[in-house]
């Protein structure tokens, strides 16, 4: 590989890209995390949850603006960097994405208004209204992304005509199979993020001894969400493999690390995959498990890289890493959210400071199961950037040299790296400084503009 | 598609492109504006009262641009692909311009490194502004496109009309800027604007002027379907003129609200004489609106949802926003950025 345009195209994308999805996985929960306190708070009249809201609505008016920032630029990606994709596809990828834009921005135009400044202006019911919708936005926000991507992955619905892809099926597009199983493993995997980092919010106070009411309900909140629904994420997730294992064979075999078609198949537990002998090395298997994961019995025979030519296989390193990273991230919320809950049970779960710790320390968990999955299922869709139809490499804007993409990656990388690196700070310090200080300070600010909220607030720092 | 005439949802998405590109234009244009007369001047009283003229609605003004680029993809993704392919260094400009005026916008009340945040906020909005112009220059000169790709090089806008329209565009949106000043605020800072305008006017006319007459030596591809075949079009360029005596008079007889109005008009009368001079072209002077749009599958499935239900939406809020902060900006007024005067805490 050489750094051409395509090549470098691409570290340009998983660059922007990784950067913005960190903050929507996190943004969609704690929508929903903001709804739910309200809508608690509404019923028990419990004064805790609005001091909760408040404290947790400042971290999301910040992450909610640095998602729409990092957010633009991926509103013009598609057109800079991947023209021929745009012409190709845009008829259809076009009013997906176009749809999630709209989404956004009529959130932020109008409930997320409400949220950030209507507290005192319009009945609590209409309030809570709100921050449901708001909720809502998100989620609809995510199916749009999902829906284009789940196209990418496994293209349905569509008609080639003179060679263009049109869409044939809108239905197809945007509830297909994929769809329906896809959606729901990025919602939960955007509640799980939110749950891992509200429990751990909660311990880090617990362990400094401040703000304790908060605290030990963000811990037992968080705790309890991951723990229903880590499960329910696996099932998805098991589904999430089934239709890999349907749809894109190679994808599968690569994150297997599967060279060779074998009967009965092993599983790869770890390995360091040598991607020019085509071997593994340092290889933990367990012999038929790996007929079993994919065929449910063990004996079956299961496909390797070799029964493709070499230009259809996917590269090998990057989802088969971050598939077992995802993996163990979800194994690490597993184990937390039900010892959590057993020491909940025995009335311990305040009083275990090692336990606190190692709350504490899992909030990253869902961020970095996020990016790996993501990473698994795009870099496994290899070569092709529609699966089956438009190779990457045919994708690239044409006109485009090595020096133009130089150029922009540097200036994305340097320009993100000074701005995300002040918006994580002063998330750290609103996050440091826990929902004891007040947070009233909202006047003249208006709706279209998220951040200032964060900022007033943050810029308060301790004297 | 074939080259007939569009259909009526490609029209109606050409319509809502339209206007949405003339309100990016003129709103964010005012508040890019506002960002360059900032550079020009070091007084801090007379700066932090630009800023609270503009902070209650920039942020809002750049949801046009998304608009623009959502709609595009969606509508007619092979100007999408051809335009963001031809201006792939002005676009990254423009982003990164965006980006860090808006960020500089937020952390300049802050206190630490005010200096680079106020730079940050100059610099954005000029290039901003100029990149902008750039690409409309480089659309008079036309596109070369191949097989529904762009087919030049990534450096093709850097040539003299591009840059003179850059300028143009610079220079257009300060005097917009100073306009809004005009409108929004009390002497001095109202004073001091118009004592501008009437600069920034004589060196839009002279900019406007050699580029026309560059336009038309570089003419090498803009032939035939022009204004010669629409001369009924020549009426919007005369629009403009009377715009510009317009923004002359208001300031001679210190109307608050002409110099800004005028100065809208003239933008729209710009825009419009472009519209007759690329039309039926979008990417001049080889993508056509009928070859570009995008199959009526597309088109129908985008009007259900965003053209009948979110457009609207969108348009509303804008107009309430701008309803609720109508008017003067009050005196002493704090914009929305600043420290509040007590600090709370622990």
Redesign the interface.
């Known amino acids: 590989m050489e750094l051409d345009p395509v090549l470098l195209s691409r570290v340009q994308f998983a660059f922007v890209i990784s950067f913005h999805i960190i903050f929507p996985a996190f943004t969609i929960g704690l929508a929903a995390w903001l709804a739910t306190l309200e809508g608690a708070r509404l019923w028990t009249g419990n004064q805790l949850y609005r001091r909760i809201f408040d404290f947790w609505l400042k971290i999301f008016a910040l992450s909610f603006g640095m998602g729409v920032?990092s957010g633009?630029?991926m509103?013009?990606q598609?057109?800079?960097?991947w023209?021929?994709l745009?012409?190709r596809?845009?008829?259809?990828?076009?009013?997906l994405?176009?749809?999630e834009?709209?989404?956004a921005?009529?959130l932020e135009?109008?409930f997320f208004g409400v949220v950030l400044l209507g507290r005192d202006r319009v009945p609590p019911w209409f309030y809570f209204l709100a921050c449901c919708m708001v909720s809502l936005g998100t989620m609809f926000s995510s199916f749009w992304i999902l829906a284009n991507n789940s196209w990418m992955q496994v293209p349905l619905g569509h008609v080639v005509?003179d060679g263009k892809i049109?869409?044939?099926d809108?239905w197809a597009i945007t509830t297909g199979p994929i769809m329906r199983i896809r959606w729901p493993h990025m919602l939960l995997a955007a509640f799980l993020t939110t749950g891992m980092g509200i429990s751990a919010t909660g311990a880090w106070y617990l362990l400094r001894g401040n703000d304790v009411p908060e605290a030990r309900a963000m811990l037992r909140w968080g705790l309890g969400l991951v723990a229903v629904m880590i499960p329910v994420q696996m099932f998805f997730g098991h589904l999430t493999g089934i239709y890999v294992l349907n749809y894109q064979p190679a994808k599968f075999a690569a994150i297997e690390a599967r060279w060779k078609t074998q009967q009965p198949a092993s599983e790869v537990l770890i390995a360091l995959p040598d991607p020019f002998e085509q071997r593994n090395l340092f290889a933990l298997e367990i012999p038929r498990l790996g007929s079993f994961i994919a065929s449910g019995n063990w004996t079956a025979r299961e496909i390797g890289l070799e029964a493709y030519p070499p230009e259809d296989r996917p590269p090998v390193i990057i989802p088969f890493f971050a598939f077992r990273i995802m993996v163990g991230m979800g194994l690490i919320m597993l184990a937390v959210s039900w010892f959590g809950a057993f020491l909940r049970w025995r009335g311990r779960l305040e009083s275990t400071r090692w336990f606190l710790w190692v709350a504490f320390l899992s909030f990253p968990s869902g961020f970095i199961a996020v990016l790996a999955g993501w990473f698994t299922a795009e870099v496994g869709r290899q070569p092709w950037v529609v699966y089956g139809l438009l190779r990457t490499k045919d994708a690239v804007?044409?006109?485009?040299?090595t020096g133009?993409v130089v150029?922009?990656l540097a200036?994305?990388v340097i320009?993100y790296t000074i701005?995300f690196a002040?918006g994580l700070f002063f998330i750290h310090r609103l996050l440091r400084d826990g929902p004891?200080?007040?947070a009233s300070?909202r006047t003249?600010?208006?709706?279209?503009?998220p951040?200032?909220v964060a900022?007033?607030t943050s810029?308060?720092?301790?004297? | 598609m074939s080259a007939t005439d569009p259909s009526a949802l490609a029209l109606f998405w050409l319509a809502v492109i339209g206007v949405a590109i003339l309100a990016y234009v003129v709103l964010d244009g005012f508040d890019l504006g506002v960002g360059i007369l900032f550079g020009t001047t070091k007084d801090a009283v007379l700066r932090d009262e630009m800023i609270a003229t503009i902070s209650p609605f920039w942020d809002g003004n750049e949801t046009w641009l998304i608009v623009v680029g959502a709609s595009l993809f969606a509508a007619f993704p092979a100007v999408y692909a051809v335009f963001l392919g031809a201006f792939y260094i002005p676009v990254l400009l423009l982003l990164l311009g965006l980006i860090f005026r808006g960020v500089a916008f937020e952390f300049r009340a802050r206190g630490a490194a005010r200096g680079l945040w106020d730079g940050g906020f100059v610099v954005g909005s000029f290039v901003a502004a100029f990149v902008q112009g750039a690409a409309v220059g480089a659309m008079i000169r036309g596109i070369p496109v191949v097989n529904g790709q762009f087919s030049g090089s990534s450096f093709d806008w850097v040539a003299p009309l591009p840059i003179l329209c850059g300028i143009g565009l610079v220079l257009g949106y300060a005097l917009l800027g100073a306009g809004w000043l005009v409108l929004k605020s009390e002497d001095p800072l109202r004073g001091w604007a118009r004592g501008r305008i009437p600069v920034l006017a004589r060196a839009v006319i002279a900019v406007l002027g050699l580029a026309v007459v560059i336009a038309f030596i570089d003419r090498a591809r803009m032939t035939g379907s022009l204004f010669l075949d629409r001369p009924w079009g020549f009426i919007f360029p005369l629009i403009g003129i009377v715009a510009v005596v317009g923004i002359f008079a208001g300031v001679r007889q210190r109307r608050d609200s002409w110099p800004f109005a005028m100065t809208v008009v003239l933008f729209v009368a710009a825009f419009l004489s472009l519209a007759v001079m690329f039309w039926p072209y979008m990417i001049p002077y080889s993508v056509t609106v009928a070859t570009a749009a995008a199959p009526e599958a597309s088109l129908s499935f985008l009007f259900w949802g965003a053209g009948l239900f979110v457009l609207p939406v969108i348009g509303a809020y804008t107009a309430v926003v701008y309803w609720m902060f109508r008017g003067k900006q009050r005196k002493g007024y704090t914009p929305a950025t600043a420290p509040p005067s007590t600090v709370k805490g622990s």
Request: charged share 10%.
């Open positions: 920032v633009i630029v509103a013009f598609f057109g800079t960097n023209s021929v745009a012409e596809t845009g008829s259809i990828q076009g009013p994405l176009g749809y834009t709209f989404t921005f009529m135009a109008t005509v049109v869409p044939g809108w804007t044409p006109s485009l040299t133009d150029l922009s200036c994305y320009v701005i002040f004891g200080r007040d300070d003249k600010i208006t709706p279209a503009r951040l200032a900022m007033q810029a308060e720092g301790p004297q």
